[in-house]
T-cell receptor
Framework: ETGVTQTPRHLVMGMTNKKSLKCEQH?????MYWYKQSAKKPLELMFV???????ENNSVPSRFSPECPNSSHLFLHLHTLQPEDSALYLC????????????FGSGTRLTVV | KQEVTQIPAALSVPEGENLVLNCSFT??????LQWFRQDPGKGLTSLLL?????REQTSGRLNASLDKSSGRSTLYIAASQPGDSATYLC???????????FGKGTRLHILP
């Protein structure tokens, strides 16, 4: 384990389903991030949270809804997804935004059918 | 706007060779630079983190250098092994931004 734990590791969902991805860190970090990585594409930053407040939303469709109830947990709620949303979703944390030194989780491989 | 470039995009070398991966960035105003490794379909594993005041960091067979003034970093891998095959990503933390900027990575294949 890297210090950042993501569950589930794999998820298959239909376009009408609602599911959630979970990320947990106990590194004492104050910033958490969601990234999307599609096949053969670079990492795309989706959301940034600092001290449980969302500080960045990179034009992500509303069918992705993040939630950060405390500095150790981050969720990504999914509903009415499209097949093109199939990707590897990665969570990361850092001591603070702007300080670098990211720790990533192992990711959730999402397939939308 | 900070841009990060990694050259080459892909590299194949025989096992046992020493190799160098390159990373360049356009704005020298950085907080630190981080090298990651990513295996196919997996998350990113941090290899080395170099603060802006440092010139290099070492971990086992890996050595990363940083020349901030010229906007360059190199990742040196000694005595390469097939298990080193992966994509290597470089990321900089700009002083004037609250998120790190990634290069597109170098896909490394070590031939047995």
């Amino acid at each position: 384990e890297t210090g950042v734990t993501q569950t589930p590791r794999h998820l298959v969902m239909g376009m009408t389903n609602k599911k959630s991805l979970k990320c947990e860190q106990h590194l004492g970090h104050n910033a958490m991030y969601w990234y999307k990585q599609s096949a053969k594409k670079p990492l795309e930053l989706m959301f940034v949270y600092s001290l449980e407040e969302r500080v960045e939303n990179n034009s992500v469709p509303s069918r992705f809804s993040p939630e950060c109830p405390n500095s150790s947990h981050l969720f990504l709620h999914l509903h009415t997804l499209q097949p093109e949303d199939s990707a590897l979703y990665l969570c990361a944390s850092s001591l603070g935004t702007g300080l670098g030194g990211y720790t990533f989780g192992s990711g959730t491989r999402l397939t939308v059918v | 706007k900070q841009e990060v470039t990694q050259i080459p995009a892909a590299l194949s070398v025989p096992e046992g060779e020493n190799l160098v991966l390159n990373c360049s960035f356009t704005d020298s105003a950085i907080y630190n630079l981080q090298w990651f490794r990513q295996d196919p379909g997996k998350g990113l594993t941090s290899l080395l983190l170099i603060q802006s005041s440092q010139r290099e960091q070492t971990s086992g067979r890996l050595n990363a250098s940083l020349d901030k003034s010229s906007g360059r970093s190199t990742l040196y891998i000694a005595a390469s092994q097939p298990g080193d095959s992966a994509t290597y990503l470089c990321a900089v933390a700009p002083l004037r931004d609250d998120k790190i900027i990634f290069g597109k990575g170098t896909r490394l294949h070590i031939l047995p």
